[in-house]
């Protein structure tokens, strides 16, 4: 299974970017989906889970970001708004299933005026 992210970019703070991970195989083979960001200099942290259908968002997503699934196209999107400049960070999709852990190779989003 190969995991495809794209959709960073630079946007200004206050903008909007919607990521997406695109899956080779069924997404709706895996138990849970997720975006994970890692900022300059820092670890990797999550940002969005989602499992059969129960999104879980860090307090830093609450309000601001959706996490969502298209089964027919075998994608993952995160949807961020009001973004801050605390937000720049690497982003990467990431998928489980049966013990194994899958990840997107990342995509850069960078808030900055």
């Known amino acids: 299974v190969q995991l495809q992210a794209s959709g960073g970019g630079l946007v200004q703070p206050g903008g909007s970017l919607r990521l997406s991970c695109a899956a080779s195989g069924s997404i709706f083979n895996f138990g849970v989906l997720g975006w994970y960001r890692q900022p300059p200099g820092k670890q990797r942290e999550s940002v969005a889970t989602?499992?059969?259908?129960?999104?879980n968002y860090a307090d830093s997503a609450k309000g601001r970001f959706t996490i969502s699934v298209d089964i027919a196209k075998n994608t993952l999107y995160l949807r961020m708004n009001s973004l801050k400049p605390a937000d720049t960070a690497v982003y990467y999709c990431?998928?489980?299933?049966?013990?194994?852990?899958?990840w997107g190779q990342g995509t850069q989003v960078t808030v900055s005026s």
């Open positions: 989602i499992a059969r259908g129960t999104p």
């Open positions: 990431r998928a489980d299933s049966s013990g194994v852990t899958y």
